[in-house]
């Protein structure tokens, strides 16, 4: 029961640029609360990809931004590569009596 | 080295329990809240339970509420999950994580323990 939403999927030739939307409401991401991505590959743990709307941990290659705007966040990958094929989640606050965090549907993004 | 570590999960019949760990090791592990994330086969990643660094504050998905419990023991840096009465749906990898003390993201995860809730 994700209130973040997200495109099943997206995909991109190498070099590409491709974006992925999280769309939420006024009770998380419109309420100003800060976005989280992950990225996860399969059979792995999610890591920790951007905090904080758009700052990325250390190791996180430059290739990947984000941002926030009103109720939606979205997670670019610029130059896109092989090893970038994995399935990617937005991750806010939610104020709503259905629980403090919220994940979003989740990403796959299929490199061409 | 700084690491979560799960362990506990298994096959359990409906009905029955399970209890959750995750062993904190490499960080200081009293000043972080903590939390579990479940993912069923194939499906998307769902917040399960919070724990503040101090054990005070719990906060729970309304999915496990009442039959779920979380809690730490600082003399062993471990974070528990106490599962009840469990369901087909519970079945899940579970995995720790560690709350960021300023971001609140969660910057450090265990590989997850997998529960099997079957007849």
């Known amino acids: 029961q994700s209130v973040l939403t997200q495109p099943p999927s997206v995909s991109g030739a190498p070099g590409q640029r491709v974006t992925i939307s999280c769309t939420g409401s006024?009770?998380?991401?419109?309420?100003?609360?800060?976005v989280h991505w992950y990225q996860q590959f399969p059979g792995t743990a999610p890591k920790l990809l951007i905090y904080?709307?758009?700052y990325r941990p250390s190791g996180v290659p430059d290739r990947f931004s984000a941002s926030k705007s009103g109720i939606s966040a979205s997670l670019v990958i610029t130059g896109l590569q092989a090893e970038d094929e994995a399935e990617y989640y937005c991750?806010?606050?939610?104020?709503?009596?259905?629980?403090?965090?919220?994940f979003g549907t989740g990403t796959k993004v299929s490199v061409l | 080295q700084v690491q979560l570590v799960e362990s506990g999960g298994g096959v359990v019949q409906p009905g029955m329990s399970l209890r959750l760990s995750c062993a904190a090791s490499?960080?200081?592990?009293?000043?972080?809240?903590m939390q579990w994330v479940r993912q069923a086969p194939g499906k998307g990643l769902e917040w399960v339970a919070l724990?503040?660094?101090?054990?005070?504050?719990?906060l729970y998905a309304d999915s496990v509420k009442g039959r779920i419990t979380i809690s730490r023991d600082t003399s062993k840096n471990t974070l528990y999950l106490q599962m009840n009465s469990l369901r087909a749906e519970d079945t899940a990898m579970y995995y720790c994580?560690?709350?960021?003390?300023?971001?609140?993201?969660?910057?450090?995860w265990g590989q997850g323990t997998m529960v099997i809730v079957s007849s």
């Open positions: 994580a560690r709350d960021n003390t300023v971001t609140h993201a969660l910057d450090l």
């Open positions: 490499g960080f200081t592990f009293t000043i972080y809240s």
């Open positions: 724990i503040s660094d101090d054990g005070s504050n719990k």
């Open positions: 006024s009770s998380n991401i419109g309420a100003g609360y800060d």
């Open positions: 904080a709307n758009r």
């Open positions: 991750q806010s606050h939610d104020s709503s009596l259905s629980g403090p965090k919220v």
